[in-house]
């Protein structure tokens, strides 16, 4: 695996090193002692997928509040996404900055998310599938998130959503 650090500190770009040959190639898209060795959470608890049926859908921006924080690992297995983080921790360098990046079924790369960062993506494509690998379960009590469109960020998203939830519609802006 290669291992990209991102302008935000613990956020990384993961690729796959590939061993390639007249079938195709095999790569390890997870490696426990490579993750250890990158200061990575290497622990997974539990892993889920998001469908999303049609192009422009968006979710997020979500995270868990502690003491179930997410550190996560997203990777787009169909369709395309533009994958957003945006850094909520008060005390990092990249406060309320935000990045994103084009995950798609082609590049197979995947993104690390240390918690105290809310993630969400626009999806590009219409059947769009992303897998969620997750170093602490789901606490649905503990979930929140900020805005898609909170001028505290201004993400530029390359289009507007069509499709947005109205849990994900009616977040507060944001606040410490």
Known sequence: MIFSETGIPGAFLLSLQRAEDERGFFARAFCRSEFSEHGLNPD??????????????????????????????????????????IDLRPDS??????????????NRL?????????????????????????????????ASGVRWNDPAFGIRWPESPRIISAKDREYRDFSL
Not at 52 to 62: E, V
Not at 93 to 98: A, E, V
Not at 118 to 139: N, P
């Open 44 to 85: 997974l608890e539990q892993c889920s997928i998001s469908f999303n049926k049609q192009k422009g859908t968006l979710r997020g921006m979500h995270f868990q509040k502690p003491p179930y924080e997410e550190t996560k690992i997203v990777r787009c297995t169909m369709g395309a996404l533009f994958d957003v983080i």
């Open 110 to 142: 995947m993104l690390y998310i240390p918690h105290g960062l809310a993630h969400g993506f626009l999806t590009m494509q219409d059947d769009t599938e992303v897998f969620y690998q997750m170093a602490d379960r789901y606490v649905p009590e503990s």
């Open 93 to 106: 360098p990249t406060f309320k900055q935000w990045l994103s990046f084009d995950l798609n079924a082609d």
